[in-house]
């Protein structure tokens, strides 16, 4: 007895060692999460030294991802995984650290002078370890923990700007409709759990595999679960929040909740899918085996179609730029689930392809938003008559950041979405290509509009131009040169995407 003890506290240990070593990134995240908290308190009256300890500690987890193992392997008993999937969108989460943060030293609504900006960018890291958690997480309860992690920082973060009434009015409504879509994920967990006797999303596959009880209790309990991550990638109809909390966030939030957050909800929802509900053993690149009799194509295809639609029609009436891009996001959100829907590898492939050029672009697009508003106080589109002409620098970024949303060439948004339509009519939903393809001619119609406002109107206008220190035209620069180098050579893109889920675990 004392001999099976001993092996098994023996086997306890090694296991929590090397979990430890490999959970390296999340606890230099933790670590700078609590060294933030520290020089917050110390350094109260300054503004930018927590942002650079922020990217140091950003700096310093890329720096231990590089570094890391690439193999495949799991963690802490199987709740967590280690693999290049999580890797890919783990690089995603780093790098929209590093430009929310950059993004805010440029903002005049955030660095007020009687404002602490200490929390603000602890809030961040907080919010960054939950996405690093939630992209791994194996199991049920796990998953739940880091949603929750990173939904209370954005909370917070989208209402911080307090004394705007609409900042504060953003932040409410998120906690509303975040409390209700976690209490549905939640009761949804717990059926699964009584179906199944297990929170671990492979031994829920195992289980489903030899699955004879009734279907129903299963699809609800799936379609509550489905709700959470809903939630989180703003698919209609989860999205009602979206709109009111991307305009009354910072400018800087609001690209961080479009594309980071968005990116967690897709790379959770993605890994719940494959671990969960396909066969490991009939998983090949055509289509995959479902292991129970839950028609997800149909589910996901649903909730595309609608995304898509909706996103592009309400958009064409929006008169607030940053109300506009909200819904466009909800669009992008649609396109990124044509990829899941094919339930293919090449269609997860397309969707992180999709998801690097969009993180460009988005990101590009709101910071001249945010550039824009510095100097005329507004993000009303009947304000930008004439923008182009006063700085022929941010007009043409954004000309080029609306094009690639659209995904026209050469633009890095033309190959996120060239992937994703080449991995529907593979799976040969043609409906649904053709779908994808009428939306994208709706969301040039109102894409058009703000450059039409910023090049062809108020063109007599003998306005100040507008001002901006090199440093933040430097920013612009590393939006825009990425965002069409992509667009050309993209080749190493495609290479990451397709190794990071050819050993995605699950298979």
Do not use: C
Request: net charge neutral; proline share 3%; no cysteine.
């Amino acid at each position: 007895m004392d001999s099976l003890l001993s092996l098994f506290i023996g086997q306890y240990v090694a296991d929590l060692k090397r979990s430890l070593a490999l959970f390296a990134p999340e606890l230099v995240l933790a670590t700078a999460f609590v060294l933030l908290v520290i020089v917050d308190l110390i350094f109260q009256k300054s503004k930018y030294i927590t942002g650079v300890v922020a990217l140091l500690g950003f700096a310093v987890a890329t720096i231990f991802m590089i570094v890391s193992p690439a193999n495949t392997s799991f963690g802490f008993w199987q709740m967590y995984v280690f693999d290049p999937f999580s890797n890919f969108f783990k690089y995603i989460f780093l790098i929209s650290g590093f430009a929310v943060v950059l993004i805010s030293f440029f903002s005049n609504e955030l660095n007020k002078s009687d404002r602490t900006m200490g929390e603000y960018y602890t809030l961040i890291l907080g919010m960054t370890l939950g996405m690093f958690v939630i992209s791994s997480a194996g199991n049920l309860i796990l998953i739940y923990l880091a949603l929750e992690t990173m939904s209370l920082s954005s909370y917070v973060l989208a209402g911080y700007t307090k004394e705007i009434k609409r900042a504060s009015e953003a932040s409410l409504k998120y906690v509303i409709y975040g409390a209700l879509a976690s209490g549905l994920m939640i009761y949804g967990i717990s059926i699964l759990y009584g179906l199944t006797g297990t929170l671990s999303l492979f031994q829920i596959n195992a289980f489903l595999t030899q699955y004879q009880g009734p279907v129903f209790p299963l699809v609800v309990a799936s379609l509550l679960v489905l709700v959470g991550f809903g939630y989180k990638i703003s698919a209609v109809p989860f999205h009602f929040w979206t709109p009111d909390v991307y305009e009354g966030a910072p400018v800087a939030i609001t690209a961080y909740l479009s594309v980071a957050s968005k990116a967690a909800g897709f790379a959770v929802f993605m890994r719940f899918l494959k671990a969960g509900f396909i066969d490991p053993t009939n998983a090949s690149e055509q289509v995959w085996t479902m292991v129970s009799s839950i028609d997800w194509k149909f589910i996901v295809a649903v909730l595309s179609v609608l995304s898509m639609t909706i996103g592009n029609f309400v958009a064409l009436w929006q008169t607030n730029v940053k109300r506009m891009l909200a819904y466009s996001s909800i669009a992008h959100a649609g396109y990124m689930l044509m990829g899941v829907t094919v339930m293919t590898e090449g269609g997860y492939i397309a969707v992180m392809i999709y998801f690097f050029t969009y993180l460009l672009m988005n990101f590009g697009a709101f910071y001249v938003v945010q550039l824009i508003a510095n100097e005329i106080g507004s993000e009303e589109l009947e304000d930008y008559n004439g923008l182009g002409y006063r700085s022929p620098l941010l007009g043409t970024a954004m000309a080029i950041f609306l094009v690639s949303l659209t995904g026209l060439p050469p633009t890095a948004g033309f190959v996120g979405k060239l992937y994703i339509f080449q991995a529907v009519i593979n799976s040969n939903m043609i409906w649904l290509a053709v779908v994808g393809v009428l939306n994208s001619v709706v969301s040039l119609a109102y894409y058009a509009k703000v450059f039409r406002n910023m090049w062809l109107r108020g063109v007599d206008s003998n306005s100040a131009p507008l001002k901006y220190s090199i440093y933040a035209q430097l920013l612009v620069y590393a939006f825009v040169i990425p965002t069409l180098y992509y667009g050309i050579f993209w080749t190493p893109l495609v290479f990451w995407a397709k190794s990071s889920v050819m050993m995605f675990i699950g298979k």
